[in-house]
């Protein structure tokens, strides 16, 4: 009877669900097909649903379980009632002989095994009814670590088949129509991986708030994983791509940031408590708890499981202090963003700006906007008021019945993989996670609003502010000749928009990344000690903490951004401008105020590809440079593009090509790609000069009209003059397409005309312009202009737009 009581984990696959549950199941999965891939998983075994069952009969607990259950169906008992008294049957039962010794007897052998006397183990439930591709069941079962000798092990397994009761699970059945009776808990028993001398995890192979198919999204934390899946940690993400994996030539990271990192869950030395949280010092806070090397093999296995299983996945990954290696200890279905239409999906917009209180990680794409309701205890839980917005330090499956309830929910601690993360995309409720000190600055009743509409930085705003929400169908976009592609600001835009069947960005612009995420001028960072402001040093020196040259904060900051801009489009073309700030807005930059002169019309002075040779910025554009080359050679993302900004004559261009070449970025080599902006008259007027210089042009009509009219674009008092539409301008941008044309260049648009005005992308489409680059919000209308009027003029059409494949 022995093994129909207890199974192997490399006996098990995933037709084993019914036997041992799916998170037991999967396991056995991943140990008998995936170990030859490289993929390593702790050594276990699983109870089985029979043997649940023997000891429900054993111990005469079904009439009671119905009658209980009956109960609460029928509202003479509450489920807080329901729950506890079930729980206690299940502690005060005993285990029958037969399948205690089954318990105890593999327990043996797996510390022979691992050649102790008693090994340390993990006992997890696994529901028959969990881990299912349509319903999660995340966390509503326990897990107890740490767990050594055969007593203590047999005490958690009796733990763990009460837990099948826990009020938390039995709301989640009764929400998704699952037979209490019929679900049947099997008990994981898996060998420790000593994580807590090291660090751990989890992993999704699908960006978890967009649905991009094409990153592995890491997080990490120092000890034992617990403190990450309930959000008790904000721990480091990692984002890799998968597709540039398999060549083994690059290093596909594409985003790196260092969490807080602040306790970490250890074993505990003495008494009966198997795990102990402590702080974290000092170096460890400041230190990724991942190297390069591991960040990628993680990647590879989230990979190599989401292909075996066929769909995108959601894992546990812990690394053993002892030994260095990287173990996978969970992998069970994602079950909200796979689920969603691609075809489909809606985008939220803020009406009007207001005075933001705190941000944190954002959680979906919505806006919610409601009143305050701060609950620090799950023992209060009862206080919450319905369409509110819940505010917390963390929450656990026990807040799970309210936060269905909620408009939208603010943690202060926890990432982009936690508890309170993962349930709120699964109910669907905009959630701003990790925000630090959200129960120190929000009272209860203060009406606020929660916008998630903003990237990937949640923003919470003081007051009601009105928003509205647009359904975008991508199921009938017609075919259009004309390449159509979007302009992206920031990083995490270009996941937000993934979805559009946009084929490339016609304009990214790298100083926003400047602006945003670096913050620092970059000569501050060649001659910190030209910065007098004592403000000033103190913040660069704390923005480039860990690094031992501060130039390379730079580096690898703007590549990394521009690296997650441009992974959601590869292989199609993302066109990244050089930085084009002005004087005054380089000066606003922390440092930037030594390096920067005061001029009369920044908008006409010191700007574009008139720095990049200048002495007085020219170590600053190398930092750029490397940045790109880091982003095109080691990362991989060769459909990266460079342009060049405000070049006001060949020569100068000659000047900025040799100076890129100086450093790294040669026309040509590697295939690398540059363009010009097509912004000035002299740009227009010499555009066959230009032409033998660049691979292409791509038309600022901002600018441009702005030269070509002599209106200041920015001027309040003369908006109606500046117009696009003018004839002055479209005679510019005609002879500027015909000119490119004839010397077999490409020409596109990436200015605001085509966004603003459907009549001006129609004349753009009669010029047989290459490319209209658009505000993603606008692409859909004007698909469907630009389609209209190629098939006015009978030209003939590429494939369907919304059949290109990333």
């Not at 043997?51 to 169906?73: C, D, S, T, W």
């Not at 807590?196 to 192979?205: H, K, N, P, Q, T």
């Not at 170096?283 to 769909?311: P, S």
């Not at 593009?641 to 590697?670: H, K, Q, W, Y």
């Amino acid at each position: 009877m022995t093994e129909q009581r207890t199974a192997w984990f490399d006996t098990l696959t995933v037709r084993d669900v019914p036997r041992v549950g799916g998170k037991n199941a999967s396991l056995g999965e991943m140990v008998r097909t995936l170990k030859d891939k490289g993929v390593r998983v702790p050594d276990g075994f699983a109870t089985t649903a029979a043997a649940f069952r023997e000891y429900v009969a054993a111990n005469g607990l079904e009439a009671e379980l119905r009658a209980r259950i009956e109960a609460l169906k029928s509202g003479k008992a509450s489920l807080h009632e329901t729950g506890e008294a079930i729980r206690r049957l299940f502690l005060d039962a005993e285990f029958p002989e037969p399948i205690a010794e089954a318990i105890k007897e593999a327990y043996r052998e797996l510390s022979r095994r691992g050649e102790q006397s008693e090994v340390s183990v993990a006992v997890r439930s696994s529901a028959t009814a969990e881990d299912l591709p349509q319903a999660s069941f995340a966390g509503q079962q326990e897990t107890f670590l740490n767990v050594r000798g055969e007593r203590a092990l047999l005490d958690a397994c009796r733990r763990c088949y009460a837990s099948l009761f826990t009020d938390r699970a039995i709301s989640y059945r009764e929400t998704q129509g699952f037979d209490h009776l019929e679900v049947a808990l099997s008990i994981g028993v898996q060998r420790m991986v000593r994580s807590d001398l090291a660090g751990s995890g989890v992993m999704f192979s699908i960006d978890t708030e967009t649905g991009f198919p094409g990153v592995a999204v890491i997080s990490a934390a120092w000890g034992l994983g617990e403190t990450v899946v309930q959000g008790a940690v904000d721990p480091d993400k990692y984002l890799v791509f998968k597709p540039l994996l398999g060549d083994g030539r690059h290093t596909p990271i594409i985003e790196k940031t260092l969490g807080a990192k602040e306790t970490k869950m250890i074993y505990a030395t003495g008494g009966s408590t198997r795990t102990a949280t402590v702080a974290t010092t000092q170096k460890e806070r400041q230190t990724f708890v991942l190297a390069e090397a591991e960040i990628l093999e993680l990647g590879r296995w989230a990979a190599i499981i989401e292909d075996h299983y066929g769909r995108p996945m959601d894992m546990e990954w812990a690394k053993d202090g002892e030994t260095g290696e990287l173990y996978m200890v969970q992998a069970r279905p994602e079950t909200v963003q796979s689920s969603r239409q691609t075809g489909q999906f809606r985008t939220y917009r803020l009406k009007e700006k207001g005075m933001p209180i705190l941000t944190g990680s954002a959680i979906g794409e919505a806006i919610a906007a409601g009143p305050v309701c701060a609950i620090r205890s799950a023992a209060d839980i009862d206080r919450f008021r319905d369409g509110a917005i819940l505010v917390t330090g963390m929450t656990d499956p026990d807040w799970v019945p309210i936060m269905k309830r909620a408009a939208g929910i603010i943690t202060d601690h926890g990432g982009t993989t936690s508890h309170a993360a993962i349930v709120s995309r699964e109910l669907g409720v905009p959630a701003i996670v990790g925000t630090g000190h959200g129960t120190e600055l929000l009272r209860d009743g203060q009406e606020i609003t929660l916008s998630c509409a903003e990237g990937d930085r949640g923003v919470v705003y003081d007051g009601i502010l009105p928003f509205e929400a647009t359904e975008v169908d991508l199921s009938d976009l017609p075919a259009t000749r004309t390449a159509m592609l979007v302009n992206i600001a920031s990083p995490a835009a270009a996941f937000r928009w993934w979805r559009l069947p946009a084929r490339g960005v016609g304009l990214a612009r790298m100083e926003f990344i400047i602006n945003n995420l670096i913050k620092i001028h970059p000569m501050a960072l060649v001659h910190p000690e030209r910065v007098e402001d004592p403000a000033a040093r103190r913040e660069i020196r704390d923005l480039t903490r860990g690094y031992d040259d501060p130039k390379d904060y730079f580096v690898e900051t703007l590549a990394l951004g521009i690296a997650k801009l441009a992974a959601p489009y590869h292989p199609h073309p993302v066109i990244v401008r050089l930085s084009d700030f002005k004087t005054n807005e380089y000066a606003h930059l922390l440092g930037g105020a030594a390096f920067e002169p005061e001029e009369e019309n920044p908008m006409l002075g010191w700007r574009g590809a008139s720095r990049y040779y200048d002495e007085r910025y020219r170590d600053g554009f190398a930092l750029e440079c490397r940045a790109l080359k880091k982003v095109r050679e080691t990362i991989g993302l060769t459909n990266v593009i460079v342009m060049v900004p405000f070049c006001r004559t060949p020569e100068e261009a000659d000047r900025v090509l040799a100076v890129m070449a100086e450093n790294g970025l040669s026309r040509g080599e590697n295939g690398l790609e540059i363009y010009m902006m097509c912004e000035i008259p002299s740009n227009v007027f010499l555009a066959e000069e230009f032409a033998e210089r660049f691979d292409g042009f791509s038309i600022g009509s901002n600018d441009l009209s702005q030269l070509v009219l002599g209106v200041d674009r920015d001027s309040g008092e003369l908006a109606p003059l500046f117009d696009e539409r003018n004839e002055a301008v479209k005679r510019a941008v005609r002879e500027a397409i015909a000119k490119a044309h004839a010397a077999g260049i490409k020409i596109g648009i990436c200015g605001q005309a085509p966004s603003n005005y459907p009549d001006f992308a129609a004349f753009l489409v009669e010029e047989g312009i290459d490319s209209i680059s658009l505000n993603p919000d606008s692409f859909v209308a004007t698909v469907r202009r630009v389609a209209e009027e190629e098939e006015r003029l009978g030209a003939a059409t590429a494939p369907r737009a919304g059949e290109a494949v990333r």
